[in-house]
């Protein structure tokens, strides 16, 4: 257990479907992040908030909302999602607001879209 | 373009030792992180070198050469549990963690 929790670890969805990923980290932490983890390639960072205020977008497509209504969660809201989306989403939390900080991870999501 | 190169698999045998490289290309550096993935379970972090040289920890050591580039993850006596992917992540002059694909690392008894 790293102190991060995920929920749910396995989601199908169809396309047109709406559905949430929910992070949870218990570390107090002040600075979480999103990855996709697709098979073979590196871990793509997607967004990032420090002390509850985004920082950082990396252009990632609008069927991708993230929110963070206070330091201990974390949610990415997902919405009319490609097949190309499926991959494991990945939840990290770190001390601080730099990645100079070690970054702790949650379990992930295995996300599956029809 | 930035970018890490690690092996895609490796195999291995139990009690033996492995070494895992990490080449890469970046724009500056801040540091490179090494993180072991378990199928199906969250990356977690394995050491972190900002300056040249070996550190050790445990079973495990992780070297550093700025000047090459490279770096690589020494893992003695292995053991079954040790099967797992490795991750190398590194810090660009921005502090963009900048990810490698990871080596998937099989153990054989």
């Known amino acids: 257990e790293t102190g991060v929790t995920q929920t749910p670890r396995h989601l199908v969805m169809g396309m047109t479907n709406k559905k949430s990923l929910k992070c949870e980290q218990h570390?107090?932490?002040?600075?979480m992040y999103w990855y996709k983890q697709s098979a073979k390639k590196p871990l793509e960072l997607m967004f990032v908030y420090s002390l509850e205020e985004r920082v950082e977008n990396n252009s990632v497509p609008s069927r991708f909302s993230p929110e963070c209504p206070n330091s201990s969660h974390l949610f990415l809201h997902l919405h009319t999602l490609q097949p190309e989306d499926s991959a494991l989403y990945l939840c990290?939390?770190?001390?601080?607001?730099?990645?100079?900080?070690?970054?702790?991870f949650g379990p992930g999501t295995r996300l599956t879209v029809l | 373009g930035q970018n890490i190169d690690q092996p895609t698999e490796m195999t291995a045998t139990e009690g033996a030792i492995v070494q895992i490289n990490c080449t890469y290309q970046t724009s500056g550096f801040n540091g490179l992180f090494w993180y072991q993935q378990h199928a199906g379970e969250a990356p977690t972090f394995l050491s972190y070198n900002v300056l040249d040289g070996l550190e050790e920890k445990g079973r495990f050591s992780s070297f550093l050469s700025r000047s090459k580039g490279y770096s690589y993850l020494l893992l003695k006596e292995l053991q079954m549990k040790d099967s797992a992917s490795y991750l190398c992540a590194v810090l660009d002059s921005n502090y963009q963690l900048i990810w490698g694909a990871g080596t998937k690392l099989i153990i054989k008894p």
């Open positions: 570390l107090g932490h002040n600075a």
């Open positions: 990290a939390s770190s001390p601080g607001g730099t990645v100079t900080d070690t970054q702790y």
